[in-house]
């Protein structure tokens, strides 16, 4: 089940009563049963190939723990590569079944493109990396393998986590699930209080959002170019109340459970620059990348290349070069295997290996044009072109296909007159925008510049209670009216859940 589908909104309740009436030894058990339910909506299939993925990776956890050597070396080795080797299947067979397809046809071979048919397990990406990050963490000593196996499969299978993110630690998780949970008010309505905010910046912000930006994206052609960047704009906004509401939810179930989850996001439009956007944006996943594939891949490049410098240049500079591009090269291909997806990641390389290497370069700059660093129009200016730098590359997320993107882009230049502009707006107008959309849209946006983004370091939620009794519980019995009255009819799938 999804977080915005009605049998959720009875499901966590019941699992929040039975949590706290059951004794702390059974509710590994229970959080256990209930996330298989919650799987199971999706498959009951994938849910057994879920439980063969836990099982296998907490039998190989003990055997390296506990082992040395060389079969400790082998039983590593098959550990990550069974891993990747059912993500790389489930993730790019029909890819690869499209292509078998087209050959045979070319060469008046007959094959079924639906001879076998597979869908890709929802969520088995976030597994995966969980699982490698584990064997990994046992192989460095940095963590125990765990014995249990039911509060590892509790764990690895925890339904607030489970389908987006975020990607855990066992370190930090697992022993939360020992830990004896008390029902805690200020924990409680602290949840519930996230997921709130998560529905709306979901249902609210994300889906209205989507009724400007999916059709402008869709019917790109027939659409003048100021309505293209306007939408090009809109789409990280989008993009952002969309997975950030979800973290929202997952936390904050999580939290009337008593679990602490990480945060993905913090203020990542605050970002001064591409690598302070990535500390700030899908949290969880550009320190698993930076952790177990940016450094070991330094690190492997710096034992190869010993000379001081390679053509002038430093050999630490090209280190970083080669290890970011295949670092957001893997980061592209995971998100879809369409060129548009590695142009993504390749361009998030080309701009942190940019600024790597002019780093130099740039302090000159600025010292000779008395520049400061902590001067806030500099700051504003360095925001500003980082936000820039990030939609223009988010453009090919969004496309449908890498020819798409350039199309986008190139339709930037066009239909810039009066006549043309007028046409693209009714057009707009025959796909459901209307004048109450627009206002919605507006003020959506409004509402997430001024408490999610442009605000300080207090979240929401710290500044609400700092009001009145009576101001503060109107805020959220407003926030709820909002959520049914200017919900979409129709709720779309959460953007990440292809993924």
């Not at 060469?107 to 890709?120: A, D, K, P, V």
Request: proline share 3%; net charge positive.
């Amino acid at each position: 089940m999804i977080f915005t589908s009605f049998p959720f909104f009875v499901f966590l309740p019941v699992v929040f009563i039975i949590y706290y009436l059951l004794p702390h030894r059974l509710r590994w058990f229970l959080i256990l049963l209930c996330s298989s339910l919650f799987y199971g909506v999706f498959s009951w299939q994938y849910l057994l190939l879920f439980y063969f993925l836990i099982f296998f990776n907490w039998a190989i956890g003990i055997m390296l723990y506990s082992s040395s050597g060389h079969f400790r070396k082998r039983a590593y080795i098959s550990g990550i590569f069974m891993n990747v080797l059912l993500l790389v299947f489930f993730k790019y067979y029909g890819h690869l079944n499209s292509n078998i397809f087209s050959v045979a046809n070319f060469i008046h071979l007959h094959y079924s493109e639906n001879f076998i048919r597979i869908i890709m397990p929802i969520g088995i990406s976030f597994l995966v990396f969980t699982m490698i990050s584990y064997l990994i963490d046992i192989k460095r000593r940095a963590i125990l393998a765990e014995k249990h196996l039911g509060i590892f499969a509790a764990y690895s299978l925890f339904f607030p986590k489970l389908i987006q993110g975020p990607i855990e630690r066992t370190g930090r998780v697992i022993p939360q699930f020992r830990e004896k949970h008390y029902f805690s008010y200020e924990k409680v309505t602290g949840g519930l209080k996230l997921m709130a905010w998560g529905f709306f910046k979901k249902l609210v912000i994300a889906d209205t959002l989507a009724l400007l930006v999916d059709p402008v994206f869709a019917g790109h052609e027939k659409i003048c170019g100021p309505v293209i960047i306007l939408c090009a704009l809109i789409f990280p906004f989008q993009l952002y109340a969309d997975f950030s509401g979800y973290t929202d939810i997952a936390l904050g179930s999580a939290r009337v459970l008593g679990f602490d989850l990480t945060n993905n996001f913090q203020r990542p439009f605050l970002a001064s620059s591409i690598r302070d956007f990535w500390s700030r944006w899908h949290i969880s996943f550009s320190t698993w990348l930076r952790d177990y594939l940016f450094l070991p891949l330094a690190y492997y490049f710096s034992k190869k290349m010993k000379r001081p410098a390679y053509l002038s240049i430093k050999t630490e500079k090209w280190i970083f070069l080669f290890s970011v591009l295949i670092t957001f090269s893997v980061c592209g291909l995971w998100h879809g295997n369409g060129t548009n997806f590695l142009v993504w990641g390749l361009l998030f390389a080309l701009f942190l290996s940019w600024s790597n290497w002019t780093l130099s370069l740039n302090k000159s700059i600025r010292k000779k044009l008395h520049i400061s660093k902590q001067s806030p129009v500099f700051r504003a200016y360095k925001i500003l072109v980082t936000f820039l730098l990030v939609t223009f590359s988010f453009i090919f997320f969004r496309a449908a296909s890498f020819t798409d993107a350039i199309q986008i882009i190139t339709g930037f230049f066009h239909g810039w007159s009066y006549t043309e502009i007028t046409y693209c707006w009714s057009f707009l107008g025959l796909q459901g925008i209307n004048p109450r959309i627009v206002s919605t849209i507006v003020i959506s946006l409004s509402i997430l510049l001024y408490t999610d983004i442009l605000a300080d370091k207090k979240d929401i939620f710290e500044r609400i209670s700092e009001t009145p009794l009576y101001v503060r519980w109107g805020i959220y019995y407003l926030i709820i009216l909002i959520i049914i009255v200017y919900s979409p009819a129709e709720s779309r799938h959460f953007i990440y859940l292809q993924f």
